[in-house]
Nanobody
Framework: QVHLVESGGGLVQPGGSLRLSCAASGSIFSINVMAWYRQAPGKEREFVAFITSDGIKNSADSVKGRFTISRDNAKNTVYLQMNSLKPEDTALYYC?????????WGQGTQVTVSS
């Protein structure tokens, strides 16, 4: 079992920045991939970015060049640095961890981009 706790969300003006954190605990040795997803009101949950245990990463076209995913293995934490935020980035952001047989989700952290 893996437990994920997100933090770092909030209200920010367009063009601003936020850094989300996702702290993992439990059977973390089995995790292969960690990722961020988001879900805006009335929309389906969508992929944002992932990073593997080998450090391979990728992100959705909508956030390329603005969002960066990284990880601190010593802290069992994954980060999402979000720059040049736009109103359309407003959503509940979820952390996800996968170990090849199971997928785990955090409770989400709200990001609101508004002037």
């Amino acid at each position: 079992q893996v437990h994920l706790v997100e933090s770092g969300g909030g209200l920010v003006q367009p063009g601003g920045s936020l850094r989300l954190s996702c702290a993992a605990s439990g059977s973390i040795f089995s995790i292969n991939v960690m990722a961020w997803y988001r879900q805006a009101p009335g929309k389906e949950r969508e992929f944002v970015a992932f990073i593997t245990s080998d450090g391979i990463k990728n992100s959705a076209d909508s956030v390329k060049g603005r969002f960066t995913i990284s990880r601190d293995n010593a802290k069992n934490t994954v980060y999402l640095q979000m720059n040049s935020l736009k109103p359309e980035d407003t959503a509940l952001y979820y952390c996800n961890a996968a170990d090849g047989s199971s997928s785990y989700w955090g409770q989400g952290t709200q990001v609101t981009v508004s002037s």
